[in-house]
């Protein structure tokens, strides 16, 4: 027997053995705990459990469970990804691509697992002034581990824009719709490339982040393709709702459907909470829209972002309150109450068309915002850098009554003018 060949406790003899042969880094961690368990649960006889698992074998078993890989997060999809997908799902000529992109986008703005998505049993869509609002219920999620919670639905709230302004939920409401997929056995269906058509299977999580990956390539690269997953579309909103500073902590955790023990029925089945949330959401994709929040920039960036606003506003509560107070009027009325909606102080004053020259100014093509370039270092006054989502304003862009500039700009942009 292995006992009689060799001069060492058996069970270490198999945890060596496990680990030459190539077994998995946690079998041996699982063998120790199945050893504790059998003992708790009839006992041995011949040898107590803590001769049998000395300090040499537990040792050995953590020194394997040791050499399990780092769990890596997902990675977190960018803007400029996300309005991608927006561009998609709202002009692609081909049916399936627009279902899909719509698809990945509803997992991304509600904080949906693929995995629960597939088991959505209702969809509404409603529309109230420039909101859309995707309401939908799914049957199987992780969330329902009781039997109680197995029984309830749990509902899925997502906001029909991001970065574009035509909405991206009611093109993929009508692609649902033109596709029949009432007539579906799944919420989605795998597509057939060879068949060109719909087959009846669910699309596997494999499957969509193969599609993630095929529609994002032609506009970021194959290299930082094969990096994203649809398990990332979640993260990227929890990571994007924790950098803007706009949810507590508890937000935070009801946005990604986790909450404490005694607030989970309350809190993750109340539709009413959820739709409180949204207006979280819907504020923080108005200041990505308008330029002032850039969840891509780095840490310290935004770092300087945050400290220069907090500047901005303590410097401007004691000087020009008067004019402060009657420029701020005017710039709302001017806005559409673009102020309020971003949730910005009362003193971020915005520059005026006749302040400031063309050829300094770059206009956001989705927002309409201007931005002032700050110098040879082709940066705006804000701190951000232009993409190419902006292009040069014209001096008829300038000029509308409409128009609106970027309020970090602005105030870094008289602040410098006062100090020369």
């Excluded at 935070?252 to 005694?262: D, E, F, M, S």
Aim: with cysteine; hydrophobic share 35%; proline share 3%.
């Amino acid at each position: 027997s292995l006992h009689d060949a060799l001069p060492i406790s058996p069970f270490y003899a198999y945890i060596c053995y496990s680990r030459d042969s190539g077994a998995g880094p946690t079998t041996p961690s699982q063998f120790v705990e199945a050893l504790r368990f059998a003992d708790a649960l009839i006992g041995f006889t011949s040898s107590s459990l803590t001769d049998m698992l000395s300090p040499r074998v537990t040792g050995a078993a953590h020194a394997c469970y040791m050499t399990k890989r780092f769990r890596k997060p997902a990675e977190v999809l960018k803007v400029a990804e996300i309005a991608a997908l927006e561009d998609i799902c709202l002009n692609d000529p081909e049916l399936h691509r627009r279902l899909i992109a719509g698809h990945l986008l509803f997992c991304f703005t509600a904080a949906a697992r693929w995995h629960d998505s597939m088991y959505v049993i209702s969809m509404e869509i409603s529309t109230a002034g420039p909101v859309t609002l995707l309401e939908a219920m799914t049957s199987k999620h992780k969330s329902s581990r009781g039997k109680e919670q197995q029984m309830e639905l749990l509902p899925f709230t997502a906001l029909g824009h991001v970065t574009a302004e035509d909405s991206w939920g009611d093109s993929w409401m009508k692609s649902r719709y033109a596709a029949d997929v009432g007539s579906w056995n799944y919420f989605l269906n795998s597509w057939s490339e060879s068949d060109h058509t719909w087959i009846d299977s669910r699309m596997s999580t494999a499957e969509a982040t193969g599609w993630l990956r095929e529609l994002l390539e032609p506009h970021v690269g194959s290299d930082r393709a094969s990096s994203l997953t649809v398990h990332g579309l979640k993260a990227t909103l929890l990571s994007w709702a924790a950098k803007s500073t706009l949810f507590t902590a508890d937000e935070q955790l009801a946005l990604g459907h986790h909450v404490n023990a005694q607030y989970r029925s309350a809190m993750i089945y109340s539709r009413d909470n959820q739709i409180g949330l949204c207006k979280t959401v819907h504020a923080m994709f108005a200041r990505i829209r308008d330029g002032t929040f850039d969840p891509d920039a780095t840490r310290v960036s935004r770092l300087f972002q945050l400290a220069f606003e907090t500047a901005l506003e303590r410097d401007g509560g004691s000087s020009d309150s008067s004019s402060s107070d009657s420029e701020d009027a005017s710039s709302v009325a001017s806005s559409n109450g673009e102020h309020s909606g971003l949730g910005q102080k009362t003193t971020y004053r915005r520059l005026e068309a006749d302040d400031i020259e063309a050829d300094q100014c770059l206009i956001d093509k989705s927002s309409k915002v201007i931005h002032l370039l700050a110098g040879e270092d082709e940066k705006f006054w804000c701190g951000r850098s232009p993409t190419a989502s902006f292009s040069r304003a014209s001096r008829d862009e300038i000029s509308t009554p409409e128009v609106v500039v970027c309020a970090s700009c602005s105030h870094a942009y008289r602040a410098a003018r006062r100090d020369l």
